[in-house]
T-cell receptor, first 109, second 113 residues
Framework: RKEVEQDPGPFNVPEGATVAFNCTYS??????FFWYRQDCRKEPKLLMS???SGNEDGRFTAQLNRASQYISLLIRDSKLSDSATYLC??????????FGTGTSLTVIP | DTAVSQTPKYLVTQMGNDKSIKCEQN?????MYWYKQDSKKFLKIMFS???????INETVPNRFSPKSPDKAHLNLHINSLELGDSAVYFC????????????FGQGTRLTVV
């Protein structure tokens, strides 16, 4: 069983739409959680960390539900520049980062 | 200055050859990683080193041998390259405490022909 499960999509949404991505993780001892963004032929880059209380960064909102072992990312007012692959990442012991398969997003004009 | 740098960026080689990829980080992190991203885009952890010591080896063939001369460097040597080794290899680093994120190098696109 994979450590992190994510719906691969693809998600094709119009500009201005709201889109939500979800992922689940299998190890209840997981310590920290992140959303990364990966553009085509580039390295993954941190989008935002995910905290138990939920956190927001501009148009992006991340939520964590430890009881259900579930992480989400909400993107409001989608921009063309949001088109990328979004990776759910779980850190289990402080030095084991496990990635989901990624969810592909294309924002259409 | 690039925080995590790996070389080369592109590597094309024939089956059976031996090749190395180098990685260096200037972030002062104590943990470094190698990841493989295959054609399906899945990022799979291969190795994790903490302070030069191997802590994760995710069922990677023995042909892959990581070497960490110091905590700022983690190189990957691959023997007897096979077609299936073609992928993008990413080096990354992080601090093992504080639940902070991992930083990635730009990747090495390896093509075995």
């Amino acid at each position: 069983r994979k450590e992190v499960e994510q719906d691969p999509g693809p998600f094709n949404v119009p500009e201005g739409a709201t889109v939500a991505f979800n992922c689940t993780y299998s190890n209840s001892a997981s310590q920290s959680f992140f959303w990364y963004r990966q553009d085509c032929r580039k390295e993954p880059k941190l989008l935002m960390s995910v905290y138990s209380s939920g956190n927001e960064d501009g148009r992006f909102t991340a939520q964590l539900n430890r009881a259900s072992q579930y992480i989400s990312l909400l993107i409001r007012d989608s921009k063309l520049s949001d088109s990328a692959t979004y990776l759910c990442v779980v850190n289990i012991t402080g030095n084991q980062f496990y990635f989901g398969t990624g969810t592909s997003l294309t924002v259409i004009p | 200055d690039t925080a995590v740098s790996q070389t080369p960026k592109y590597l094309v080689t024939q089956m059976g050859n031996d090749k190395s990829i180098k990685c260096e980080q200037n972030l002062g992190h104590d943990t470094m990683y190698w990841y493989k991203q295959d054609s399906k885009k899945f990022l799979k952890i291969m190795f994790s080193y903490n302070n030069k010591e191997l802590i994760i080896n995710e069922t990677v063939p023995n042909r892959f041998s990581p070497k960490s001369p110091d905590k700022a460097h983690l190189n990957l040597h691959i023997n007897s390259l096979e077609l299936g080794d073609s992928a993008v290899y990413f080096c990354a680093s992080s601090q093992s405490f504080g639940n902070t994120e991992a930083f990635f190098g730009q990747g090495t696109r390896l093509t075995v022909v």
